[in-house]
């Protein structure tokens, strides 16, 4: 987008809660510890590999590719277009438990003068799913992040997330699943566009 544009300032809790620096052998030590600490013996021939894995995970979890600068194209009388980018869907993890959560995203914004390549709205997906996370500050965190680079608040996101600590263990209910949507602009102002963008960003959830 142009410099001319008034961008909103990044919100103070943008970064929190940002990937620190993996230290993969404290990690394996650590793991060798967890299976000794279950009753398991970290030396058997199925396990003595374990702990290296299960480090390497936790560091490309922590280290998703470098966010690049999102490539927008100039593109001009598009008066006042709906764009929803949807099945965007990421791995995070839940900070509570330390278990999965899958975040299905879908974003709506409305381009004024440039559009944003469409797979950086995926990108900025994954970067803030690549963290401890609760599905509410994700939601916000992509909506404030995409409002920032396009340079306006114009931007609805919708997530709907499942999470393996309501589904595989505690409640146990699996099919339970959570929605959360972050509006700004005119998707907050103007009930229209609002009521367009959940029809098209929840088709595919009422679809499944
Ligand atoms: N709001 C919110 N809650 C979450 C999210 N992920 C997990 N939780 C909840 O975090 C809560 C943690 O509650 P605690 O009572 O401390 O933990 P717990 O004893 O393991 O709770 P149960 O899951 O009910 O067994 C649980 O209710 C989870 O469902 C999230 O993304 N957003
Ligand atoms: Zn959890």
Known sequence: ?????????????????SPGLVDTER????????LAAIGEDPGRE????????VAAWW???????????????TERHLSGQLVVIGGMSVWS??????LPMNLDVAVGYVPDGEVMGLSKFGRIAQQYAGRLQVQERFTRQVADEIAVVIGSNDVAVAVRGTHLCMSARGVRMEAARTTTV??????????VLSQQFLTLATDRWRAA
């Open 27 to 34: 990690v394996a030590d650590l793991v060798g510890q967890l």
């Open 1 to 17: 987008m142009t410099d001319t544009l008034d961008r909103p300032a990044p919100s103070e809790s943008q970064d929190l809660a």
């Open 46 to 53: 199925g396990l003595s590999d374990t702990p290296a894995r």
């Open 182 to 191: 972050q509006s700004g602009g005119r998707f907050e102002n103007d009930p």
């Open 93 to 98: 993890l839940c900070e509570h438990h330390l």
């Open 59 to 73: 560091r490309s979890f922590f280290s998703p590719e470098p966010s690049t600068t999102p490539t927008c194209f």
